[in-house]
């Protein structure tokens, strides 16, 4: 099983809303990433959970909340959103560590759009 | 500031060509290139990767070629065809950002049956 799953695929939010992201890996990847991608921009990473842990915060916003519960799962939780943070949300994972061929898997995304 | 960017945009050619996609750095200090190909509605998809002390690495139909003088990355797709049709990101892994692939800006490819 070579693949990274996503739910949900489309996700539209208003601004007062709590909702969650999840990811799913089961190629014993031991990091997993979460990556916000614009409409024709490159994806930008957000966070990255290395042996569950949590390894590195790109400085990303408080109404942004990942959370890692096994090796398998990431989960990014959403709360207070505002409508600039419409994007699609990717998740990868890799080996550890990330260089030459332990290269990221990538989910197929969500597209969130806040109202 | 050092960026991982491509010379273009777009990239339009015919179905049976080959496709040149470029792409320059300025960091010296990177220690893998990678190119990701990413269809419309996916998310992106690995294609090959190079380690800084090589000059050519070779797939099935893709060839990347590294010339570090420069700071250039090509992406040489052969025989082009219209599944290849997406946006090209060329990404750098630099030992010491730890575990940051970091994008550059991207280009579309499309191929014209």
């Known amino acids: 099983d070579t693949e990274v799953t996503q739910t949900p695929k489309h996700l539209v939010m208003g601004m007062t809303n709590k909702k969650s992201l999840k990811c799913e890996q089961h190629?014993?990847?031991?990091?997993m990433y979460w990556y916000k991608q614009k409409a024709k921009k490159p994806p930008e990473l957000m966070f990255v959970?290395?042996?569950?842990?949590?390894?590195i915060n790109e400085s990303v916003p408080s109404r942004f909340s990942p959370e890692c519960p096994n090796s398998s799962l990431l989960n990014l939780h959403l709360h207070a959103l505002q409508p600039e943070d419409s994007a699609l949300y990717l998740c990868?994972?890799?080996?550890?560590?990330?260089?030459?061929?332990?290269?990221?898997?990538f989910g197929p995304g969500t597209r969130l759009t806040v109202l | 500031g050092e960026s991982v960017g491509l010379h273009l945009p777009t990239l339009s050619v015919q179905e049976g060509d080959n496709s040149i996609i470029n792409c320059a750095y300025s960091?010296?200090?990177?220690?893998?290139f990678i190119w990701y190909k990413q269809e419309s509605g996916k998310g992106p998809q690995f294609i090959i990767d190079?380690?800084?002390?090589?000059d050519k690495r070779q797939g099935q139909r893709v060839t990347v070629l590294l010339n570090k003088t420069v700071k250039h990355l090509s992406l040489q797709i052969a025989a082009t065809q219209p599944g290849d049709s997406a946006v090209y990101f060329c990404?750098?892994?630099?030992?010491?950002?730890?575990?940051?692939?970091?994008f550059g800006e991207g280009t579309q490819l499309t191929v014209n049956p």
């Open positions: 960091n010296s200090a990177s220690d893998y």
């Open positions: 990404a750098e892994i630099r030992k010491t950002s730890g575990s940051r692939l970091t």
């Open positions: 190629m014993g990847h031991r990091a």
């Open positions: 190079i380690r800084s002390n090589m």
């Open positions: 990868a994972s890799s080996q550890l560590p990330l260089a030459g061929g332990n290269e990221q898997f």
């Open positions: 959970y290395s042996y569950e842990k949590l390894s």
